[in-house]
């Protein structure tokens, strides 16, 4: 079963698992407009964390989306556009 809201916890985990940031950055301080540049993550890492994204999500997403949205927030709510869009009316 997939799940249906994707939120910046979700967000965090998925970041510590995947793409282990710098040591010295603090993810639970108040990310959401920090660009993830800033954060430490590098495009592959982020990659990577989009795809996890996919798979546990049940969500296909842009393969730009990183780029198009650089920070948290903007991720956070591309992904939920597209859960949306996947919930059966």
Known sequence: MYKHEFTLEALRLVLLEDAGPDQSVDLDRDILDVEFAELG???S???E???RI???YG???DEDLCSDHPTPRGL???V???LELSVPA
């Open 41 to 43: 993550y590098a495009p």
């Open 76 to 78: 956070i709510a591309a």
């Open 59 to 61: 969500v296909v997403l």
């Open 54 to 56: 996919e798979r546990e």
């Open 45 to 47: 890492a982020l990659a």
């Open 80 to 82: 939920n556009a597209q």
């Open 49 to 51: 964390t989009v795809g």
